[in-house]
């Protein structure tokens, strides 16, 4: 889809918003629907603690947070701390990740994530974006998921398809590049909803706004929306 401009737009039924928004009004009117909308949005990877979300975030590049789901608890149970990650041979840690996809790739980037966290970082996760961001197989948006949902972190946004699919159609920004994504976000939005604002745009866009086939007619967003059909 073509990039979005900072549009207005206007749908005249009863109770919908009446002449042009700019951006940071969608912004505010999205803080104050979207909480209602989805009051219980939440990162649905299952975990119990900072390295098992870690691992579950490497794991769910390119693959489905159910199918992540039904993988790790097995995962969890062969290793629990950072240096059963660096000790499992890539062979058996294949074995366990195979069904989420590019098995071969994050098994290797587990296994070097767990000699990290044991060589830099004394067998902790960091809390830091850049600490985070600089360990193997993990970038800005793992980092951000992490700190977010197992540190309460606000630190950045995490710029997932959905969220910006999201961000385009609901004309927050005019990019496709996630990290100008994220940089339009973090200016329309306070700190301090970061962390929950992508968990409600990920639930709106799996439940709503799909890529293929959003559903404009049920939405709830869609009197100030600039792209509803």
Same mark, same amino acid.
């Given at each position: ?11 005249? =039924? =009863?109770?919908?918003?009446?002449? *042009? ?12 629907? !979207? ?9 649905? !990877? ?7 979300? !870690? ?15 039904? $993988?790790? *608890? %097995? ?5 629990? /701390? ?9 062979? =058996? ?6 069904? $989420? +996809? ?13 000699? %990290? ?12 974006? =850049?600490?985070? %961001? ?7 948006? /793992? ?28 004309? !927050? ?19 301090? $909803?970061? /962390? ?8 709106? +866009? ?24």
């Amino acid at each position: 889809m073509g990039a979005i401009g900072d549009c207005g737009f206007t749908l005249r =039924e =009863e109770g919908a918003i009446d002449g *042009p928004m700019n951006r940071k009004e969608r912004a505010g009117e999205l803080l104050k629907r !979207l909480p209602g909308i989805y009051p219980g949005a939440h990162c649905e !990877l299952d975990f119990s603690n900072p390295l098992e979300l !870690l691992v579950a975030t490497i794991l769910s590049a390119q693959c489905t947070d159910k199918r992540v789901n039904l $993988t790790t *608890p %097995a995962v969890f149970a062969r290793c629990k /701390t950072p240096q059963d990650y660096a000790a499992i041979s890539q062979e =058996e840690m294949e074995s366990l990740v195979r069904s $989420t +996809g590019f098995y071969r790739n994050k098994a290797k980037n587990i296994r070097a994530m767990g000699a %990290a966290l044991v060589e830099r970082h004394g067998g902790k996760v960091p809390e830091t974006l =850049e600490e985070l %961001a600089a360990l193997p197989g993990v970038g800005r948006k /793992t980092a951000n998921v992490v700190l977010g949902n197992a540190f309460s972190i606000n630190e950045g946004v995490v710029v997932d398809t959905h969220v910006g699919r999201l961000a385009q159609r609901l004309g !927050l920004t005019k990019f496709s590049d996630p990290v100008r994504i994220e940089k339009d976000l973090i200016k329309l939005f306070p700190r301090d $909803t970061w /962390t929950d604002l992508s968990h409600w745009l990920i639930f709106h +866009g799996r439940r709503r706004c799909a890529a293929r086939k959003p559903d404009c007619g049920g939405c709830e967003l869609r009197d100030f929306c600039p792209s509803v059909k």
